[in-house]
């Protein structure tokens, strides 16, 4: 019997997601932290969004920043501890705001007491906790699987003469969900968390923490298919993706509807097709949202985006909801891979991600129309991207949040732990305008409340513009550089300005990249 509780709110909700340490800063060290979200829960909950999630706030020693747990059952000291969240919890509440919190079952840190104990010795009661595999004859890695540098994902451990798997950095060692025992680790470590108070989880890297039980080699990629689904050159289709999550998230679902409301889990499966996507749905009773990265990945183009989104709401099991993202730490910010930081484009893009039925997370500062922050190589933070020769770098879509025009931005009044980098404006600023983005966004998000964003039906579709109703909505988006006409039913019209006026029924004008959204009488 599928379990298919899901609470109330998720239903055509935000969620606002924040990286805690480039947020703001409470106690003036430089780095975000928790009294600093606390500080500005007034002006999320004013934003008009329902949850908030959290990045990693677990201790780490911060190969990863945070990315990389030490401990599954506590809150690092420098974002303030468990006394802090619970204020969180507490005030978030008061608000009507969710807290969800990022959790990494993937692998741990390499600091973990389960690691330190299963490299001591094969003999660990916590070997098994971890991949490992004896050399080749000839002494190299058991199979041809990268890390997230691009390098072998494996490393030798001269101790216990054995390779240990990390899919990321050699400081993060994958954990063998092949054990039951971690398996029982987790759901003790959810009910904790759950039991406290927190309203649900993000899953990072929901697709990848199962492997192949017989370490199979990653076959290569057909030629010309780079692309944000492949792994330098390989399909990740061992080393990952493998059939057996399914079963976990199912036992994981169960546990959450087990609570009263039921509690969520958001995964971030990062797989190239709406079929894959959708699979991890199961029949509404594996997770509660997948984050649906073909549609992320995708240009801001009515050929390549429209599809995708036609697609998913096609295959989603019944009672169950699209999960739509623009942004996040570790990819590009949507103003500059969508939009070229194009004002015009990017209000456009706010109209559409706002109108589409399910659930949208905006990543913070999507609100400013904050695009990527470009800092020199030697300022960098991130160990993963930060060498890369080319391309981008995590780090410029994890600038600190410019909250005014002063030399801190109102972010810290110490050094900040991360560049700036370009600021071309600020909360403060934004504030004051009222035809500012964020004002904009404030006005979209109020227009996605008070609507119930279902069906979506296309009213026309060319290679320029896209038309569709949802609910008492009709929206229509320019995704060309040329003056084109629509036709509307009429009603009241918000351009991409929030101003409103009334039209009526016919053909209309819609600028290069504009959109517009009319309400029905």
């Known amino acids: 019997m599928p379990y298919v509780m899901n609470p109330d709110w998720l239903g055509n909700t935000t969620v606002y997601q924040i990286y805690v340490r480039s947020f703001a800063d409470g106690d003036g060290d430089g ?34 920043w945070g990315y990389d747990v030490s401990d599954y059952y506590s809150v690092a000291n420098d974002y303030g501890g468990m006394p802090a969240l619970s204020r969180l919890i507490e005030r978030s509440s008061h608000l009507s705001l969710k807290v969800l919190l990022d959790l990494i079952p993937n692998h741990t840190s390499s600091e973990h007491p389960w690691f330190i104990s299963a490299r001591s010795s094969r003999d660990s009661p916590y070997r098994d906790y971890y991949v490992w595999a004896d050399p080749l004859l000839d002494g190299g890695a058991p199979n041809n699987w990268l890390d997230a540098t691009g390098a072998s994902a494996w490393t030798y451990d001269p101790n216990s003469k054995q390779y240990f798997l990390h899919n990321f950095l050699p400081t993060q060692p994958d954990l063998n969900w092949w054990n039951p025992k971690i398996q029982d680790e987790f759901r003790d470590i959810l009910r904790f968390w759950f039991d406290l108070g927190i309203d649900g989880f993000r899953v990072d890297v929901a697709h ?35 059939p057996e999550v399914h079963n976990l998230y199912r036992s994981w679902r169960k546990l959450a509807s087990e609570y009263e409301p039921p509690k969520v889990l958001i995964g971030e499966t990062w797989v190239g097709d709406i079929d894959a996507m959708v699979r991890f749905y199961g029949n509404n009773d594996e997770l509660s949202l997948a984050m649906n990265f073909p549609f992320t990945f995708s240009e801001f183009q009515a050929g390549t985006i429209v599809p995708l989104i036609t697609e998913t709401l096609a295959k989603l099991p019944v009672g169950a909801h699209a999960c739509w993202a623009a942004s996040n730490h570790d990819i590009s910010r949507f103003p500059t891979r ?80 991360l560049p700036f980098g370009r600021i071309a404006t600020d909360v403060e600023t934004q504030h004051a305008d009222e035809h500012s983005i964020l004002n904009f966004t404030r006005k979209l998000l109020s227009i996605r409340r008070s609507n119930v964003l279902s069906p979506l039906a296309t009213l026309s579709l060319d290679e320029l513009v896209w038309s569709y109703r949802v609910g008492q909505l009709e929206v229509h988006i320019n995704f060309s550089g040329q003056t084109v006409e629509s036709t509307t039913s009429g009603g009241v019209l918000v351009d991409i300005w929030g101003a409103e006026r009334s039209i009526c029924e016919g053909a209309y004008t819609l600028e290069p990249f504009a959109a517009c959204i009319i309400r029905q009488s």
């Open 338 to 417: 969508w939009c070229a930081d194009d004002e015009t484009r990017v209000r456009s893009a706010l109209i559409l991600l706002t109108t589409l039925p399910g659930t949208l997370i905006l990543y913070y500062g999507d609100e400013l129309g904050l695009g990527d922050s470009i800092v020199g190589d030697e300022l960098l933070r991130d160990e993963i991207t930060a060498h890369a020769s080319t391309g981008f770098k995590r780090d410029y879509a994890r600038a600190p949040m410019p909250w005014n025009h002063d030399p801190k931005h109102g972010f810290t009044k110490g050094e900040p732990w």
């Open 208 to 242: 990848g923490i199962y492997k192949d039980h017989l370490l199979r080699d990653d076959p290569v990629a057909p030629a010309g298919r780079a692309s944000p689904f492949t792994h330098f050159g390989l399909l990740e289709r061992y080393s990952k993706n493998r």
């Open 31 to 64: 780095n975000g932290d928790i009294d600093g979200v606390i500080e500005h829960l007034p002006y999320i909950k004013n934003l008009g969004v329902d949850a908030i999630w959290l990045s990693p706030i677990m201790p780490s020693p911060n190969h990863d």
